[in-house]
């Protein structure tokens, strides 16, 4: 257990996601934060938490969003503890951040709600600002804001935490936001691999056969299938989700979890691997039905 | 929350440990001792008394005090094991309603489960005056080749207890995280020789996962087990030379064992120990006195069978792992057995490796759980990632007495099979799938975990009407079980565990009481 205080009960980190890799960065964050400090993927979840209302500040919390510069992730984490802040609201990237293939969470800006009250902020923020059209590897459009009928009516929390950057309140109208540089992929062999992890979680785990699943060819030899599954483990096992409050991502966790060690029950096993690639061979469907 | 504490829950003694930030500490009693002997004294009225304080109740009031309950938990009353217990123990051991042992106590009864929860809740109570806070939940150590039934009994006596049991985690992985320094990488063969089970685990440390690769165990091998074959021969020697049996007096023979204990233990360090007891009899009004010196060769000769059948399950063990002794880098040795020179000796003639250096010889598992307890609760110390495996094969009942597979042994957890079941007779309305856990191509000689009742089949021809059982297998070990209805599809969840007659639900349903207790 953490002895790390955190004053006032249980706090909320809500991260956006920004890149495909978020997911993945997410998890290793959950397992690494302190005790009394909650994660949740989307604005969605946290409210019930914090009390909050449906909100309609969509267009002006995107602009603060985008604008603060980012902090790091310990100065949050420590204004958390202190108290300052109830809740965060990150606009975050995951960036593969070492061999073993952990993600690292990046932060592109953020929000802190010093009391539940002011979480006025739409529940779309995540999809809004999810679905940019930014894919790994293309030209990212910069984002266009749009004005909605609300924007006018609403006005920024005055007592953000020490932290938190000036946050300059510009009046609302349609502008160009500077769009945050994606950075370089440090190894293109190790992005695809990660991509494929985030995958992972999207496609239909129980349909993919166990070589797609570990993500290593027919031919892949046994040292190659277990580096797989291990850099796998490191991803999906259930103690690093341990700290999600949210028991639905958890869940999901779980179940690719629990696909990628039914992969390595067949592949990790000589007899099993080559009675499965005979029946795969000859046209037999190779997903999770497929017994030893 | 409060604090996660990991738990050694030992057939002779437990331990109860406590990490921050990855450091971990066993928690001590009043007088620094870290082992607790897991003894329950039930007086006639009042609270029953555990750890320390009840181990002079095993020569003042051996009948109502209880040890080496965890021979017992989930265990049959047709279990060998069992049938051993009973006349072997100066408690009394009796059948109860559903086919499991009890412990008959001034005139009522305890189940060993019970036993094993005043345990629990006496390690519960010092680790929280210790720490000074309530302490609700933690990790608890199994031995790896315990079956579903003894895990659901161990979840059940913490329950009890007032613990909610984040985790089951097996005592030889558990003690593999404690290490100091830590196990660097590799292949390493984890020999845990406790007080009452023996378990041996293959495991293959790469960076911060934990993998296991084979184990096995011998769950009626342990250190009493020497305590009670160094006793018999004192009493042997002792019954030819003064014609009096010290088994006769209970409180005699348990005296005896407790000396062969002490005995046992100081032979790690010594040549020659006495053991000597006053007044075990009387001959022609004289009263005789025991007084025998044991060395360190009559110790090595007398535990030699036991060390041999531990010797057995390793080399199994290591068969089965695909691996032979020179591709290990280190035997990890756990335990208070496997301190006793001779064992040591007989495990690097075996073996030919180094033992691996930084095990704690008694609170490695406590210290290992507690590891696990912090990361599982979120906490900051990393302990490592544990990939674990199914102990012992498990399967359902055929009719024609054999066993259809769903698990063969050493297949990682979470695992899950499927198997499909056909009925037997025309017109056939409702099956009842009997799940069996155990080495034996036999139905009846393995262990019956629960029974699962399809009711309510379509009609249709002998064999025609097919259901599909899905079985998973959780990383604790624990057993998930539902049946699916190929013909309407419907899924029959119902599956009620031997042990406890309970179901999924009901169980669910404790768990959340102990949550909120």
């Not at chain 1, 690292?104 to 929000?111: C, R």
């Not at chain 1, 070589?211 to 259930?238: D, I, K, N, Q, T």
């Not at chain 2, 006639?44 to 017992?72: N, Q, S």
């Amino acid at each position: 257990m953490s002895t790390v205080p955190v004053a006032g009960g249980p706090r909320d980190v809500v991260v956006v996601e920004r890149s495909p890799f978020t997911r993945m960065a997410f998890i290793n964050l959950a397992a690494r934060l302190p005790a009394g400090l909650f994660l949740h993927d989307s604005l969605d979840k946290a409210l019930p938490t914090l009390g909050g209302t449906r909100p309609a500040m969509l267009f002006l919390a995107r602009q603060v969003l985008l604008e603060a510069s980012a902090p790091s992730l310990q100065d949050l984490v420590g204004a958390m503890a202190q108290g300052r802040t109830r809740c965060v609201v990150l606009v975050a990237r995951g960036e593969p951040a070492d061999a073993g293939g952990r993600m690292a969470l990046a932060v592109d800006g953020y929000l802190s709600v010093p009391a539940p009250g002011h979480l006025l902020l739409a529940a779309a923020l995540g999809e809004s600002i999810q679905d940019d059209g930014f894919r790994p590897g293309t030209a990212r459009a910069a984002p266009v804001v749009t004005p909605t009928p609300f924007a006018a009516a609403v006005s920024m929390p005055r007592t953000l935490p020490a932290v938190a950057p000036p946050v300059d309140v510009r009046p609302a109208g349609p502008r160009t936001l500077t769009p945050v540089p994606f950075p370089a992929p440090v190894d293109p062999a190790a992005q695809a691999a990660d991509l494929r992890r985030h995958r992972l979680m999207q496609l239909d785990l129980d349909r993919l056969d166990h070589f797609a699943v570990l993500g290593v060819p027919m031919s892949a030899g046994r040292r190659e299938v277990l580096s797989a599954y291990l850099a796998l483990v490191r991803c999906f096992h259930p103690d690093l989700a341990a700290a999600l409050r949210d028991s639905r991502l958890a869940a999901e966790v779980r179940a690719v979890y629990r696909r990628v060690t039914d992969a390595w029950t067949v592949l990790g096993n000589d007899a099993h691997r080559a009675d499965y690639a005979r029946r795969l061979s000859a046209g037999a469907p190779g997903g999770r039905a497929a017994a030893i | 929350m409060g604090p996660v504490v990991g738990i050694d829950l030992g057939t002779s003694r437990s331990s109860v440990a406590w990490s921050s930030r990855g450091l971990c500490v066993a928690i001590p009693d009043d007088e620094g001792r870290v082992d607790h002997p897991s003894v329950v004294h039930y007086p006639a009225g009042g609270p029953a008394v555990a750890g320390h304080d009840a181990v002079p109740f095993l020569i003042d009031a051996p009948a109502h005090t209880v040890f080496a309950a965890k021979r017992l938990i989930g265990r049959a009353w047709v279990d060998p094991e069992v049938r051993a217990a009973v006349g072997a123990r100066p408690y009394r051991v009796v059948k109860g309603d559903g086919n499991y042992p009890l412990i008959s106590l001034h005139g009522g009864t305890v189940a060993p489960s019970a036993v094993s929860a005043d345990v629990l809740r006496h390690l519960r109570a010092l680790a929280e005056r210790r720490l000074g806070v309530p302490v609700r939940r933690a990790v608890v150590a199994v031995p790896a080749n315990f079956n579903d039934a003894q895990r659901e009994a161990t979840r059940v006596a913490a329950w009890q207890a007032g613990l909610e049991v984040l985790r089951l985690v097996n005592e030889p992985t558990a003690a593999a995280l404690s290490i100091a320094p830590p196990l660097p990488d590799g292949t390493f063969l984890i020999y845990d020789f406790g007080g009452g089970t023996f378990d041996v685990t293959v495991l293959e440390r790469s960076a911060d996962v934990f993998r296991v690769i084979a184990t096995g165990g011998d769950m009626a091998l342990g250190g009493d087990d020497m305590d009670r074959a160094m006793a018999e021969r004192i009493r042997q020697q002792f019954l030819e030379e003064h014609g009096v049996d010290l088994r006769e007096t209970p409180s005699t023979w348990a005296t005896l064992l407790h000396a062969c204990e002490r005995a046992k233990i100081a032979l790690a360090v010594h040549d020659e120990m006495p053991v000597r007891l006053n007044h075990v009899g009387r001959r022609g009004g004289v009263p005789l006195h025991l007084s025998v010196s044991v060395t360190r060769a009559w110790l090595a000769h007398t535990v030699a069978p036991l060390v041999q059948r531990s010797l057995a399950v390793t080399r199994e063990v290591l068969r089965a792992a695909g691996l032979a002794a020179p591709a290990l880098d280190g035997v990890v040795m756990v335990g208070g057995t496997s301190q006793v020179p001779a064992v040591r000796a007989a495990v690097a003639a075996e073996l030919g490796r180094p033992p691996v250096p930084g095990v704690h010889p008694t609170a490695a598992v406590a210290l290992g759980a507690a590891a696990l307890a912090e990361q599982v609760a979120g906490g900051a110390g990393r302990a490592g990632l544990l990939l674990d495996v199914v102990p012992q094969p498990l399967g359902l009942a055929a009719p024609d007495g054999g066993v259809v597979p769903l698990f063969a042994r050493n297949t990682p957890v979470p695992a899950h099979a499927e198997a499909v079941v056909g009925t037997t007779r025309d017109g056939q309305r409702a099956l009842s799938l009997s799940v069996v856990q155990g080495e034996s191509p036999r139905a009846v000689d393995n262990v019956e975990l629960g029974h699962l009742l399809v009711a309510d089949l379509p009609m249709g021809a002998a064999g025609q009407v097919r259901v599909q059982v899905c079985a998973e297998m959780d990383q604790d070990g624990m057993l998930h079980v539902a049946a699916v209805d190929l013909q309407t599809g419907r899924v029959h969840g119902a599956f009620t565990r031997t042990l406890t007659g309970m179901t999924e639900a009901e169980m669910d349903a404790l768990r959340t009481r102990a949550r909120s207790a």
